[in-house]
Protein backbone atom coordinates (compact mmCIF):
# COMPACT_ATOMS: atom_id res chain seq x y z
CA UNK A 1 0.00 0.00 0.00
CA UNK A 2 2.79 2.44 1.04
CA UNK A 3 4.12 2.00 -2.84
CA UNK A 4 0.95 3.22 -4.05
CA UNK A 5 0.70 5.99 -2.17
CA UNK A 6 4.03 6.83 -3.13
CA UNK A 7 3.23 6.58 -6.61
CA UNK A 8 0.25 8.60 -6.34
CA UNK A 9 2.58 11.52 -4.15
CA UNK A 10 4.95 11.39 -7.25
CA UNK A 11 2.53 11.36 -9.90
CA UNK A 12 1.27 14.52 -8.05
CA UNK A 13 4.17 16.13 -7.62
CA UNK A 14 5.55 15.92 -11.04
CA UNK A 15 1.85 17.47 -12.50
CA UNK A 16 2.27 20.35 -9.92
CA UNK A 17 5.69 20.71 -11.36
CA UNK A 18 4.23 20.48 -14.70
CA UNK A 19 1.56 23.65 -14.10
CA UNK A 20 4.28 25.85 -12.30
CA UNK A 21 6.12 25.61 -15.56
CA UNK A 22 3.27 26.10 -17.66
CA UNK A 23 2.74 29.68 -15.79
CA UNK A 24 6.25 30.43 -15.89
CA UNK A 25 6.79 33.43 -18.52
CA UNK A 26 10.69 33.26 -16.90
CA UNK A 27 13.24 30.77 -16.41
CA UNK A 28 17.03 30.72 -17.65
CA UNK A 29 16.07 33.60 -19.95
CA UNK A 30 13.31 35.92 -19.89
CA UNK A 31 10.81 35.82 -22.36
CA UNK A 32 12.37 38.57 -24.41
CA UNK A 33 15.64 36.53 -24.52
CA UNK A 34 13.99 33.53 -25.90
CA UNK A 35 12.45 35.47 -28.75
CA UNK A 36 15.60 37.87 -29.56
CA UNK A 37 18.03 33.69 -29.72
CA UNK A 38 15.06 32.76 -31.96
CA UNK A 39 15.01 35.91 -34.11
CA UNK A 40 19.04 35.46 -34.09
CA UNK A 41 18.53 31.75 -35.23
CA UNK A 42 16.07 32.82 -38.30
CA UNK A 43 18.80 35.38 -39.03
CA UNK A 44 22.11 32.72 -38.96
CA UNK A 45 20.76 29.16 -39.85
CA UNK A 46 19.84 29.34 -43.17
CA UNK A 47 19.44 26.70 -45.70
CA UNK A 48 19.11 26.81 -49.03
CA UNK A 49 16.21 24.11 -50.83
CA UNK A 50 15.59 24.40 -54.93
CA UNK A 51 13.28 21.83 -56.75
CA UNK A 52 14.88 19.19 -59.00
CA UNK A 53 13.57 17.01 -61.10
CA UNK A 54 12.52 13.61 -60.02
CA UNK A 55 14.70 11.96 -61.79
CA UNK A 56 17.68 13.60 -60.80
CA UNK A 57 17.02 13.51 -57.49
CA UNK A 58 21.03 11.99 -56.18
CA UNK A 59 21.28 8.71 -54.15
CA UNK A 60 17.63 8.71 -55.23
CA UNK A 61 16.08 6.32 -57.86
CA UNK A 62 13.15 4.57 -59.46
CA UNK A 63 12.03 1.22 -59.80
CA UNK A 64 11.79 0.91 -63.09
CA UNK A 65 9.06 -1.95 -62.33
CA UNK A 66 6.81 -0.64 -59.82
CA UNK A 67 7.94 3.35 -60.25
CA UNK A 68 8.61 3.12 -56.57
CA UNK A 69 11.07 5.72 -55.60
CA UNK A 70 13.80 4.99 -52.78
CA UNK A 71 17.46 5.95 -51.48
CA UNK A 72 20.23 4.11 -52.80
CA UNK A 73 20.98 2.83 -49.38
CA UNK A 74 17.63 1.14 -49.25
CA UNK A 75 17.02 3.42 -45.55
CA UNK A 76 15.46 6.42 -44.93
CA UNK A 77 11.87 6.10 -46.76
CA UNK A 78 9.78 5.47 -50.12
CA UNK A 79 7.76 6.58 -52.25
CA UNK A 80 5.16 4.06 -53.27
CA UNK A 81 1.34 3.36 -53.68
CA UNK A 82 -1.67 2.31 -51.99
CA UNK A 83 -4.56 1.26 -52.40
CA UNK A 84 -7.91 2.08 -49.78
CA UNK A 85 -11.16 0.98 -49.52
CA UNK A 86 -13.67 2.13 -47.15
CA UNK A 87 -16.99 0.35 -47.70
CA UNK A 88 -19.66 2.57 -46.37
CA UNK A 89 -17.88 6.04 -46.92
CA UNK A 90 -18.22 8.85 -49.24
CA UNK A 91 -15.29 8.02 -51.37
CA UNK A 92 -15.33 3.92 -50.70
CA UNK A 93 -11.81 3.50 -53.01
CA UNK A 94 -9.10 5.37 -53.90
CA UNK A 95 -5.47 4.93 -54.86
CA UNK A 96 -2.46 7.49 -53.80
CA UNK A 97 1.15 7.86 -53.38
CA UNK A 98 2.16 7.21 -49.99
CA UNK A 99 5.65 7.36 -47.64
CA UNK A 100 6.37 4.06 -46.42
CA UNK A 101 9.11 4.68 -43.50
CA UNK A 102 9.07 1.39 -41.41
CA UNK A 103 11.76 2.18 -39.21
CA UNK A 104 10.52 4.41 -35.34
CA UNK A 105 12.78 8.01 -34.90
CA UNK A 106 13.29 9.10 -31.58
CA UNK A 107 11.57 12.72 -31.09
CA UNK A 108 12.89 13.50 -27.36
CA UNK A 109 12.86 16.34 -24.75
CA UNK A 110 15.66 16.26 -22.48
CA UNK A 111 13.73 18.10 -19.08
CA UNK A 112 15.81 19.51 -15.98
CA UNK A 113 14.42 21.50 -12.91
CA UNK A 114 16.66 24.91 -12.92
CA UNK A 115 15.90 27.21 -9.94
CA UNK A 116 13.02 25.13 -8.99
CA UNK A 117 11.14 25.06 -12.36
CA UNK A 118 11.10 22.84 -14.80
CA UNK A 119 12.98 23.60 -17.95
CA UNK A 120 13.17 21.65 -21.26
CA UNK A 121 15.91 21.80 -23.51
CA UNK A 122 14.72 22.77 -26.76
CA UNK A 123 16.25 23.02 -30.24
CA UNK A 124 16.06 26.11 -33.40
CA UNK A 125 16.29 23.69 -35.81
CA UNK A 126 15.99 24.06 -39.69
CA UNK A 127 14.30 21.87 -42.05
CA UNK A 128 13.66 21.72 -45.77
CA UNK A 129 10.21 21.69 -45.72
CA UNK A 130 9.55 24.47 -42.98
CA UNK A 131 7.90 27.67 -44.47
CA UNK A 132 9.74 30.13 -42.59
CA UNK A 133 13.21 28.14 -41.68
CA UNK A 134 14.21 27.70 -38.27
CA UNK A 135 11.63 26.39 -35.75
CA UNK A 136 11.44 25.45 -32.33
CA UNK A 137 11.92 21.24 -32.21
CA UNK A 138 12.71 18.82 -29.57
CA UNK A 139 16.03 18.34 -28.12
CA UNK A 140 16.33 14.94 -30.71
CA UNK A 141 14.57 14.93 -33.91
CA UNK A 142 15.91 11.87 -35.62
CA UNK A 143 14.70 9.09 -37.68
CA UNK A 144 16.83 5.80 -37.50
CA UNK A 145 18.85 6.46 -40.59
CA UNK A 146 20.22 9.95 -39.30
CA UNK A 147 21.03 8.89 -35.48
CA UNK A 148 22.77 5.52 -36.69
CA UNK A 149 24.53 7.50 -39.38
CA UNK A 150 23.74 6.12 -42.54
CA UNK A 151 24.28 9.92 -43.92
CA UNK A 152 27.77 9.60 -42.73
CA UNK A 153 27.11 12.99 -41.18
CA UNK A 154 28.10 14.18 -37.66
CA UNK A 155 26.40 12.51 -34.43
CA UNK A 156 23.18 13.53 -32.98
CA UNK A 157 23.39 15.62 -30.04
CA UNK A 158 22.05 14.51 -26.49
CA UNK A 159 20.87 10.79 -28.08
CA UNK A 160 22.18 8.88 -25.02
CA UNK A 161 19.77 10.45 -22.84
CA UNK A 162 17.03 8.93 -24.88
CA UNK A 163 19.02 5.48 -25.95
CA UNK A 164 20.17 4.94 -22.36
CA UNK A 165 17.67 6.25 -19.38
CA UNK A 166 19.04 4.24 -17.08
CA UNK A 167 20.44 7.15 -14.53
CA UNK A 168 17.54 9.77 -15.15
CA UNK A 169 13.81 9.67 -14.57
CA UNK A 170 11.51 8.87 -17.57
CA UNK A 171 8.39 11.25 -17.49
CA UNK A 172 6.69 10.34 -20.91
CA UNK A 173 7.61 7.46 -23.43
CA UNK A 174 5.15 6.36 -25.99
CA UNK A 175 5.21 5.09 -29.62
CA UNK A 176 3.14 7.62 -31.46
CA UNK A 177 1.17 7.82 -34.80
CA UNK A 178 2.02 10.12 -37.58
CA UNK A 179 -0.06 11.38 -40.26
CA UNK A 180 -2.12 8.40 -41.82
CA UNK A 181 -2.90 10.49 -44.64
CA UNK A 182 0.62 10.81 -45.89
CA UNK A 183 2.47 7.98 -44.11
CA UNK A 184 1.54 4.47 -44.01
CA UNK A 185 1.94 3.02 -40.60
CA UNK A 186 4.65 5.73 -39.49
CA UNK A 187 5.17 5.70 -35.85
CA UNK A 188 7.91 7.84 -33.69
CA UNK A 189 9.03 6.74 -29.97
CA UNK A 190 7.62 10.34 -28.28
CA UNK A 191 9.76 10.76 -25.53
CA UNK A 192 10.79 13.05 -21.90
CA UNK A 193 13.74 12.30 -19.71
CA UNK A 194 14.37 14.55 -16.65
CA UNK A 195 18.00 14.57 -15.80
CA UNK A 196 19.89 15.85 -12.34
CA UNK A 197 23.14 16.40 -15.18
CA UNK A 198 24.91 19.89 -15.53
CA UNK A 199 23.64 20.06 -19.68
CA UNK A 200 25.21 22.91 -21.65
CA UNK A 201 23.14 24.20 -24.20
CA UNK A 202 25.00 23.69 -27.20
CA UNK A 203 24.97 26.00 -30.14
CA UNK A 204 21.37 26.38 -31.35
CA UNK A 205 19.62 25.12 -28.10
CA UNK A 206 18.04 26.72 -25.02
CA UNK A 207 16.74 25.58 -21.99
CA UNK A 208 13.04 26.94 -21.76
CA UNK A 209 10.01 26.91 -19.62
CA UNK A 210 6.95 25.23 -20.90
CA UNK A 211 4.97 28.51 -20.10
CA UNK A 212 7.68 30.16 -22.73
CA UNK A 213 6.84 27.57 -24.90
CA UNK A 214 3.23 27.90 -24.47
CA UNK A 215 3.92 31.89 -25.70
CA UNK A 216 5.68 30.88 -28.66
CA UNK A 217 3.15 28.46 -30.18
CA UNK A 218 0.82 31.27 -30.26
CA UNK A 219 2.92 32.56 -32.90
CA UNK A 220 2.02 31.35 -36.55
CA UNK A 221 4.88 28.49 -37.63
CA UNK A 222 7.50 28.66 -34.75
CA UNK A 223 6.84 25.94 -32.66
CA UNK A 224 7.22 22.48 -35.09
CA UNK A 225 5.08 19.30 -35.06
CA UNK A 226 7.48 17.28 -33.57
CA UNK A 227 7.84 19.43 -30.24
CA UNK A 228 3.85 20.11 -29.88
CA UNK A 229 3.56 15.75 -30.08
CA UNK A 230 6.32 15.02 -27.67
CA UNK A 231 4.50 18.16 -25.43
CA UNK A 232 1.42 16.73 -25.36
CA UNK A 233 2.42 13.79 -24.00
CA UNK A 234 3.42 15.45 -20.92
CA UNK A 235 1.75 14.09 -17.90
CA UNK A 236 -0.21 17.88 -17.53
CA UNK A 237 -2.75 15.83 -15.72
CA UNK A 238 -3.61 15.16 -11.97
CA UNK A 239 -5.88 15.40 -9.01
CA UNK A 240 -6.08 19.70 -7.95
CA UNK A 241 -4.45 21.80 -10.65
CA UNK A 242 -7.16 24.27 -10.53
CA UNK A 243 -6.52 25.27 -7.14
CA UNK A 244 -2.70 26.19 -8.41
CA UNK A 245 -3.97 28.70 -10.94
CA UNK A 246 -3.41 31.89 -9.98
CA UNK A 247 -6.33 33.01 -12.47
CA UNK A 248 -9.02 32.16 -10.57
CA UNK A 249 -11.12 34.77 -11.67
CA UNK A 250 -11.03 33.79 -15.08
CA UNK A 251 -13.56 31.53 -16.26
CA UNK A 252 -12.16 30.07 -19.33
CA UNK A 253 -8.49 29.69 -17.66
CA UNK A 254 -10.28 27.98 -14.85
CA UNK A 255 -12.51 25.38 -17.08
CA UNK A 256 -8.93 24.44 -18.89
CA UNK A 257 -7.47 23.87 -15.42
CA UNK A 258 -10.38 21.86 -14.13
CA UNK A 259 -10.69 19.61 -17.55
CA UNK A 260 -6.99 18.92 -16.39
CA UNK A 261 -8.06 18.03 -12.43
CA UNK A 262 -8.70 14.25 -12.87
CA UNK A 263 -11.42 15.12 -9.63
CA UNK A 264 -13.51 16.71 -12.01
CA UNK A 265 -15.68 13.88 -13.70
CA UNK A 266 -16.07 14.12 -17.68
CA UNK A 267 -19.50 13.46 -19.67
CA UNK A 268 -18.33 10.15 -20.53
CA UNK A 269 -16.40 7.96 -18.34
CA UNK A 270 -12.68 6.40 -19.63
CA UNK A 271 -14.58 2.88 -19.26
CA UNK A 272 -17.19 3.97 -21.93
CA UNK A 273 -14.65 5.82 -24.05
CA UNK A 274 -12.89 2.81 -24.24
CA UNK A 275 -15.83 0.64 -25.29
CA UNK A 276 -16.77 3.91 -27.61
CA UNK A 277 -13.11 3.81 -29.51
CA UNK A 278 -13.33 -0.28 -29.69
CA UNK A 279 -16.66 -0.50 -31.22
CA UNK A 280 -15.48 2.57 -33.88
CA UNK A 281 -12.81 0.42 -34.87
CA UNK A 282 -15.12 -2.58 -35.15
CA UNK A 283 -17.69 -1.02 -37.15
CA UNK A 284 -15.28 0.69 -39.83
CA UNK A 285 -14.05 -1.57 -42.34
CA UNK A 286 -10.65 -0.24 -44.06
CA UNK A 287 -8.95 -2.20 -45.98
CA UNK A 288 -5.36 -0.46 -46.98
CA UNK A 289 -2.16 -2.57 -48.81
CA UNK A 290 0.61 -1.35 -50.37
CA UNK A 291 0.34 -1.30 -54.41
CA UNK A 292 3.47 -0.21 -56.63
CA UNK A 293 3.36 3.98 -57.23
CA UNK A 294 2.89 3.24 -60.87
CA UNK A 295 -0.66 1.74 -60.41
CA UNK A 296 -1.73 4.76 -58.24
CA UNK A 297 -4.99 5.69 -60.63
CA UNK A 298 -5.84 9.54 -61.18
CA UNK A 299 -1.98 10.26 -60.17
CA UNK A 300 0.38 11.63 -63.15
CA UNK A 301 4.32 11.70 -62.97
CA UNK A 302 5.61 14.48 -64.33
CA UNK A 303 9.37 15.89 -64.46
CA UNK A 304 9.09 17.79 -61.94
CA UNK A 305 5.96 16.06 -59.77
CA UNK A 306 3.64 13.44 -59.10
CA UNK A 307 0.40 14.86 -59.16
CA UNK A 308 -3.56 14.28 -58.58
CA UNK A 309 -5.08 15.42 -62.45
CA UNK A 310 -7.69 17.05 -60.11
CA UNK A 311 -4.07 19.27 -58.60
CA UNK A 312 -5.43 19.14 -55.47
CA UNK A 313 -4.86 16.91 -52.80
CA UNK A 314 -0.77 17.14 -52.52
CA UNK A 315 2.26 16.35 -54.92
CA UNK A 316 5.40 14.89 -54.72
CA UNK A 317 8.53 16.84 -55.63
CA UNK A 318 11.99 16.77 -55.74
CA UNK A 319 14.03 18.99 -53.56
CA UNK A 320 18.28 19.61 -53.15
CA UNK A 321 18.89 21.23 -49.63
CA UNK A 322 22.38 23.14 -48.68
CA UNK A 323 22.61 23.55 -45.32
CA UNK A 324 25.59 24.64 -42.56
CA UNK A 325 24.14 23.72 -39.69
CA UNK A 326 23.01 19.90 -40.24
CA UNK A 327 24.69 16.66 -39.76
CA UNK A 328 25.41 16.52 -44.06
CA UNK A 329 26.06 19.77 -45.71
CA UNK A 330 23.54 18.70 -48.31
CA UNK A 331 21.39 16.45 -49.98
CA UNK A 332 18.42 15.63 -52.05
CA UNK A 333 15.36 13.71 -51.31
CA UNK A 334 11.84 13.95 -52.31
CA UNK A 335 9.10 15.98 -50.56
CA UNK A 336 5.29 15.98 -49.93
CA UNK A 337 3.79 19.28 -51.23
CA UNK A 338 0.32 19.82 -50.06
CA UNK A 339 -2.22 21.83 -51.94
CA UNK A 340 -3.49 24.59 -49.67
CA UNK A 341 -3.64 25.45 -45.99
CA UNK A 342 -5.85 22.63 -44.27
CA UNK A 343 -8.50 23.41 -40.61
CA UNK A 344 -7.60 21.48 -37.60
CA UNK A 345 -10.32 22.70 -35.20
CA UNK A 346 -11.77 21.52 -31.55
CA UNK A 347 -14.77 22.43 -30.72
CA UNK A 348 -14.65 22.84 -26.87
CA UNK A 349 -17.71 23.84 -24.29
CA UNK A 350 -17.41 23.93 -20.64
CA UNK A 351 -20.10 21.34 -18.99
CA UNK A 352 -20.26 22.16 -14.92
CA UNK A 353 -17.59 24.31 -15.87
CA UNK A 354 -14.94 21.53 -17.14
CA UNK A 355 -13.84 22.03 -20.30
CA UNK A 356 -14.59 19.20 -22.71
CA UNK A 357 -13.42 19.25 -26.09
CA UNK A 358 -15.48 17.35 -28.89
CA UNK A 359 -12.88 14.37 -30.73
CA UNK A 360 -13.88 12.79 -33.54
CA UNK A 361 -12.93 8.65 -34.15
CA UNK A 362 -11.49 9.18 -38.03
CA UNK A 363 -10.21 6.59 -40.02
CA UNK A 364 -7.38 7.24 -41.77
CA UNK A 365 -5.59 4.35 -44.97
CA UNK A 366 -2.13 4.55 -43.16
CA UNK A 367 -3.40 4.06 -39.56
CA UNK A 368 -1.86 0.87 -37.96
CA UNK A 369 -5.30 0.24 -36.01
CA UNK A 370 -8.22 1.73 -38.64
CA UNK A 371 -8.85 4.70 -36.82
CA UNK A 372 -7.81 7.28 -33.95
CA UNK A 373 -9.47 10.32 -32.17
CA UNK A 374 -8.48 13.51 -34.10
CA UNK A 375 -9.80 17.06 -34.01
CA UNK A 376 -13.81 17.61 -34.74
CA UNK A 377 -12.71 19.14 -38.17
CA UNK A 378 -9.92 18.05 -39.96
CA UNK A 379 -9.47 19.02 -43.41
CA UNK A 380 -8.52 21.12 -46.43
CA UNK A 381 -11.51 22.43 -47.33
CA UNK A 382 -10.71 23.60 -50.46
CA UNK A 383 -10.11 19.87 -51.62
CA UNK A 384 -14.36 19.35 -51.41
CA UNK A 385 -14.76 21.41 -54.91
CA UNK A 386 -13.37 18.07 -56.40
CA UNK A 387 -14.90 15.46 -53.79
CA UNK A 388 -18.37 14.63 -53.23
CA UNK A 389 -20.37 16.69 -51.22
CA UNK A 390 -21.25 13.81 -48.93
CA UNK A 391 -17.87 13.65 -48.11
CA UNK A 392 -17.51 17.32 -45.95
CA UNK A 393 -17.11 16.90 -42.69
CA UNK A 394 -19.67 17.70 -40.19
CA UNK A 395 -19.60 20.70 -38.09
CA UNK A 396 -16.98 22.24 -40.82
CA UNK A 397 -19.20 25.22 -41.37
CA UNK A 398 -19.49 26.28 -37.31
CA UNK A 399 -15.72 26.30 -37.56
CA UNK A 400 -15.50 28.28 -40.74
CA UNK A 401 -18.01 30.98 -39.62
CA UNK A 402 -17.27 31.03 -35.96
CA UNK A 403 -16.96 34.49 -34.95
CA UNK A 404 -14.19 35.93 -33.72
CA UNK A 405 -15.61 36.37 -30.17
CA UNK A 406 -15.69 32.69 -29.95
CA UNK A 407 -12.38 31.46 -30.57
CA UNK A 408 -10.00 30.71 -27.80
CA UNK A 409 -6.84 30.07 -29.98
CA UNK A 410 -5.73 30.54 -33.32
CA UNK A 411 -2.63 29.78 -35.24
CA UNK A 412 -1.12 28.66 -38.51
CA UNK A 413 1.56 25.72 -37.37
CA UNK A 414 3.55 23.85 -39.42
CA UNK A 415 3.86 19.96 -40.03
CA UNK A 416 7.19 17.95 -40.36
CA UNK A 417 9.08 19.72 -42.19
CA UNK A 418 11.65 16.72 -42.86
CA UNK A 419 9.07 15.33 -45.16
CA UNK A 420 6.77 17.92 -45.97
CA UNK A 421 7.16 20.88 -48.09
CA UNK A 422 5.35 24.11 -47.01
CA UNK A 423 2.95 21.66 -45.03
CA UNK A 424 0.46 24.38 -43.08
CA UNK A 425 -2.73 23.93 -40.93
CA UNK A 426 -4.82 26.62 -38.78
CA UNK A 427 -4.93 25.22 -35.45
CA UNK A 428 -8.12 26.57 -33.89
CA UNK A 429 -9.91 26.26 -30.35
CA UNK A 430 -13.62 27.61 -30.82
CA UNK A 431 -15.81 27.49 -27.77
CA UNK A 432 -18.95 26.36 -28.22
CA UNK A 433 -22.71 26.93 -25.86
CA UNK A 434 -23.01 24.11 -22.93
CA UNK A 435 -26.01 23.02 -25.69
CA UNK A 436 -24.10 22.48 -28.21
CA UNK A 437 -24.37 18.50 -29.84
CA UNK A 438 -25.32 17.16 -26.99
CA UNK A 439 -25.75 14.12 -29.44
CA UNK A 440 -22.72 14.67 -31.59
CA UNK A 441 -23.38 11.52 -33.66
CA UNK A 442 -21.77 7.98 -33.30
CA UNK A 443 -18.22 9.20 -34.18
CA UNK A 444 -17.76 12.21 -31.97
CA UNK A 445 -17.43 12.09 -28.30
CA UNK A 446 -17.11 14.68 -25.87
CA UNK A 447 -13.69 14.63 -23.73
CA UNK A 448 -11.95 16.73 -21.09
CA UNK A 449 -8.42 17.21 -21.21
CA UNK A 450 -7.45 14.95 -18.62
CA UNK A 451 -8.88 11.43 -20.39
CA UNK A 452 -7.36 12.46 -23.43
CA UNK A 453 -3.63 12.96 -21.50
CA UNK A 454 -5.04 9.55 -20.26
CA UNK A 455 -5.23 7.94 -23.73
CA UNK A 456 -2.05 9.35 -24.57
CA UNK A 457 -0.12 7.52 -22.17
CA UNK A 458 -1.13 4.64 -24.72
CA UNK A 459 -0.40 4.29 -28.75
CA UNK A 460 -2.81 4.72 -31.35
CA UNK A 461 -5.54 6.60 -29.26
CA UNK A 462 -4.80 10.06 -30.38
CA UNK A 463 -4.01 11.47 -33.85
CA UNK A 464 -1.24 13.48 -34.46
CA UNK A 465 -3.38 16.48 -35.67
CA UNK A 466 -5.45 16.22 -32.17
CA UNK A 467 -2.19 16.26 -29.82
CA UNK A 468 -0.77 19.45 -31.19
CA UNK A 469 -4.96 20.89 -30.02
CA UNK A 470 -4.21 19.04 -26.96
CA UNK A 471 -0.37 20.89 -26.72
CA UNK A 472 -2.63 23.94 -27.62
CA UNK A 473 -4.98 23.43 -25.38
CA UNK A 474 -2.65 23.11 -22.28
CA UNK A 475 -1.14 26.62 -23.61
CA UNK A 476 -4.45 28.31 -22.53
CA UNK A 477 -3.97 27.08 -18.94
CA UNK A 478 -1.22 29.15 -18.15
CA UNK A 479 -1.71 32.96 -20.01
CA UNK A 480 -3.85 35.52 -18.88
CA UNK A 481 -6.83 35.96 -21.03
Known sequence: MSGIITALTTDHRRAVRIAESAQAAGGVLTEE?????????RR??????????????????????????????????TVTGLSAEVPGAAVPAWTQPILLQPEIGILGILAKEIDGVLHFLMQAKNEPGNPEGVEISPTVQATRSNYMRVHQGNPVPYLDYFRDTRRHRVIADVLQSEQGAWFFQKRNRNIIVETDDEVE????FAWLTLGQLHRLLADDTVVNMDARTVLSCLPFSGVGLSASSPFRDQEFRQSVLRSCSEEFAGLH????????ITESRSRHEVLAHRVPLREAELWHRGEDAIEHESGLFFRVIGAGVRSGHREVSHWHQPLVEPIGIGVNAFLVKQVDGVLHAL?????????????ELGPTVRCTPGNYAWLPDAARPPFLDDVLSAP??????????SEEGGRFYHARNRYTIIEVDAGYATDPGPDHRWLTLHQLVGLLR??????????SLVAC????AGRPE
Open 33 to 41: QVRAWFAER
Open 404 to 413: PGRVRFSSVL
Open 201 to 204: PLDG
Open 458 to 467: HSHYVNVEAR
Open 473 to 476: LHSL
Open 269 to 276: GIGDILSW
Open 359 to 371: VHAGVQPGYLDVL
Open 44 to 77: SDLARVDRVPLDRLERWGTDPATGDIRHASGRFF
